[in-house]
């Protein structure tokens, strides 16, 4: 029996089957030893010498990230108020009803806004939304053309200030 095939004993021990104590190979030994050289060296760099983190690459992520486009300028038209009318039947009478008086969403005919009743108020609070109490960020979804449309629509319902 040689050196490489000694039985370790532990039959006895456990379920009859047998164990050899055989050396690992010396490749595998080398790529073990290589990559916690490289880990170890990748740490020093990544933490000591390029001075990065993971905090610092988030908050580059966020200042490169592009910011929802506040909504267009639009005067409260006929046109505006038409096209409007016809976004807010597509998109907003689920939550808000068809006649806006609310159901989920808040009435948007009385003189409560909880966010400002201006046109321009109406409008920002459609491009940003309010997620904390389930509205969607409408902005990147209609676009500023849209969003200031649906403002003239909802302003123009009497709601608005």
Known sequence: MSERDKVL???DEADGIEE???PLPTWWLGLFAGTVAFGIGYAVDYH?????SQAGEYAAELAAAPKAPEATAVAATPDAIAA???I????CVACHG???HGGVGPDLTD?????????DEIAHIITVGVPEKGMLTWGPIL???KVGQVAAYVHSAGGGQ
């Open 84 to 86: 409007g009318k016809e």
């Open 20 to 22: 050899y104590d055989n």
């Open 143 to 145: 676009g500023p053309q």
């Open 98 to 100: 068809p006649d806006l």
């Open 48 to 52: 000591f010498v390029s001075k990065r």
């Open 88 to 91: 807010y039947t597509a998109n």
């Open 9 to 11: 004993g532990h039959a």
């Open 111 to 119: 003189a409560t806004w909880i966010h400002g009743g201006k046109l």
